[in-house]
Structure formats: C-alpha cells, structure tokens
C-alpha cells in the first residue's frame, strides 16, 4: 500500500488499514492538488482519471479557490460560524486557516465533517497540531445517513450555536451522490435547520455545457468511480440549482467555479465552462 505523510499503512488502526483496499475520492482529490495524504492505490487511479482528462488538476484547483473565496464572502458578511461538510483530507487552505488568516479579530468557528474514516482521524491530527480547542473541531458523520443526528451532533459539542448565521460548506461532495441516497433531502434538511443570515456555499460537476465527446468523458468518469469508495453522480445545472431550494443567490448566482468572484487567480478565465464545476453561494433570509 506504500506509505502516506510518513506512515506506514501498519501504522494505522485495523478500521483505517481496511478503507485503503478501494481508491478514495478524499485521497484521490488530495492527489490532484499536491497533497501528501494519499496512498499508491489513489495515485494510480488519479492517473488514470489524467489520461482521460488532462485538466483534472486544475479543475480540482478552481474549486478549491472557490472554497477560500466563498469563506472570505462569509467573514465580509460578518457569519462567524463554519460547518465543512465532506472536508476530505487537510491540504492548504483548510477552512480554519483562511478564517483565522482573514478575520483573526472574530474568533470564528470550524467544524470539518467527514464520514471516512481516514480524512476523520487526519483532519483530527491537524486540528490537534494547529487548531484551537473550542473553536475547531473533526467531526465523523455523513450528511447522506442522518442529516437531522448529524445537526443535534454539531448542537450537542457547541460547534454551532442555533441562534447565529452559519456557513454551510458542501464543496465538490454531492457528485458523490446518486439519486437513491436521496441528497436533495439530505441538504434540504440542512437548510431547514439553519438560522437566519445563514450561507450555503456548494460546488458540483455539471453535465450541462458540454458537447457530444464531452459527455463520453463524463460518462467515462463516473464509470471510472464506481471502482471506488465513492461511486458518483454528475447532474445538470437545474438540478444542482435545487439544492439551494428557496435560498436566495448571492451574486453572480451559479456559475463555473472561475467565475464567482474572480480575484485573479484563476486559470481558466477565458473559458469558465472547461472548469466543469458550477459553484454558488445562497443565503437563508428567514
């Protein structure tokens, strides 16, 4: 199995050694964007995704962008409280790092949610090294199981008081849901739950916007995940807009991951639609 931020797979609990078998989308992900926390069967499957499409990488990187911009908005807008659900595995940027870099003065919290059981026990380990008790937190649960006990769970270790905006983070997670684990009425659940001047900030691979060869690759692609740890469904801009339900858009509304609030960075300026990913922010009113 090789060895991962200087472990040994026989380093690791018998619960974590047997989630190494599969390739993970989180450690998979991880690859993509240069991370460390990523074993031999990932990076031989995040080859693979390459030869199909060269751009993965930068794909994966506009997203993560997305994420920061999208943390930076909240802190503007004054929300303090962070709930990143599907964290995946700790890379740069992590949520808490952004927060505490942005707005130091506002002693925001972070919550990361994770259901496996690899990037639990890794975000566990940074936040053990760099967080701060009381305001950060790892959290191992699954938003697709229970999203009513994974609300009370966050009520419960005070990660989330119920009588202030939160920012919902659910970023590149919900193509890794089919139809049958019912998402819509897992985040649906969510949004109910949320008080007033809450954000929900979540990015998806769309089907939309592409030509006849671009379909066959992601048909390819999600065939290709059906040999993991998380088999997967892309899903067109229409459906991916009904996760936010009655929330209210933020401006630009959903666009491609380098087109909501450009800084500069991007590296798909000229043609935001190759980034595959739509993202958007919407905001709870009432």
């Given at each position: 199995?090789?060895?991962?931020?200087?472990?040994?797979?026989d380093?690791?609990?018998?619960e974590?050694?047997?989630?190494?078998?599969?390739?993970?989308?989180?450690?998979?992900?991880?690859?993509?964007?240069?991370?460390?926390?990523?074993?031999?069967?990932?990076?031989?499957?995040?080859?693979?995704?390459?030869?199909?499409?060269?751009?993965?990488?930068?794909?994966?990187?506009?997203?993560?962008?997305?994420?920061n911009?999208?943390?930076?908005?909240?802190?503007?807008?004054?929300?303090?409280?962070?709930?990143?659900?599907?964290?995946?595995?700790?890379?740069?940027?992590?949520?808490?790092?952004?927060?505490?870099?942005?707005?130091?003065?506002?002693?925001?919290?972070?919550?990361?949610?994770?259901?496996?059981?690899?990037?639990?026990?890794?975000?566990?380990l940074?936040?053990?090294?760099?967080?701060?008790?009381?305001?950060?937190?790892?959290?191992?649960?699954?938003?697709?199981?229970?999203?009513?006990?994974?609300?009370?769970?966050?009520?419960?270790?005070?990660?989330?008081?119920?009588?202030?905006?939160?920012?919902?983070?659910?970023?590149?997670?919900?193509?890794?849901?089919?139809d049958?684990?019912?998402?819509?009425?897992?985040?649906?659940?969510?949004?109910?739950?949320?008080?007033?001047?809450?954000?929900?900030?979540?990015?998806?691979?769309?089907?939309?916007?592409?030509?006849?060869?671009?379909?066959?690759?992601?048909?390819?692609?999600?065939?290709?995940?059906?040999?993991?740890?998380?088999?997967?469904q892309?899903?067109?801009?229409?459906?991916?807009?009904?996760?936010?339900?009655?929330?209210?858009?933020?401006?630009?509304?959903?666009?491609?991951?380098?087109?909501?609030?450009?800084?500069?960075?991007?590296?798909?300026?000229?043609?935001?639609?190759?980034?595959?990913?739509?993202?958007?922010?919407?905001?709870?009113?009432?």
């Amino acid at each position: 199995m090789g060895e991962v931020a200087g472990l040994s797979a026989d380093d690791l609990p018998a619960e974590l050694r047997s989630s190494l078998d599969v390739p993970s989308a989180a450690r998979v992900y991880d690859w993509f964007l240069g991370g460390a926390h990523n074993w031999r069967v990932d990076r031989e499957f995040g080859q693979r995704v390459v030869e199909l499409l060269p751009e993965v990488k930068a794909y994966c990187r506009e997203n993560r962008r997305f994420l920061n911009r999208a943390v930076r908005h909240a802190l503007d807008r004054g929300v303090r409280q962070f709930v990143d659900i599907g964290s995946g595995l700790p890379t740069a940027g992590n949520v808490h790092e952004v927060v505490d870099e942005q707005r130091p003065d506002l002693r925001a919290t972070v919550a990361y949610v994770d259901h496996e059981p690899v990037a639990h026990s890794f975000c566990d380990l940074l936040l053990q090294r760099e967080g701060t008790a009381g305001r950060h937190r790892a959290l191992r649960a699954d938003l697709l199981d229970d999203p009513d006990g994974l609300w009370q769970r966050l009520l419960e270790l005070g990660a989330v008081d119920p009588d202030e905006p939160v920012c919902l983070l659910i970023v590149s997670v919900l193509h890794f849901a089919k139809d049958h684990d019912e998402p819509h009425a897992a985040v649906a659940a969510l949004r109910e739950r949320l008080p007033a001047g809450s954000l929900l900030a979540l990015s998806h691979w769309t089907t939309s916007d592409v030509d006849e060869a671009g379909a066959e690759v992601n048909r390819r692609l999600v065939e290709y995940y059906e040999r993991t740890s998380n088999p997967g469904q892309l899903r067109s801009r229409e459906e991916i807009r009904a996760f936010f339900g009655d929330f209210a858009l933020e401006e630009p509304g959903l666009v491609y991951t380098p087109s909501w609030r450009p800084d500069g960075t991007e590296e798909f300026a000229d043609d935001p639609a190759r980034s595959r990913i739509l993202a958007a922010v919407g905001r709870k009113d009432r």
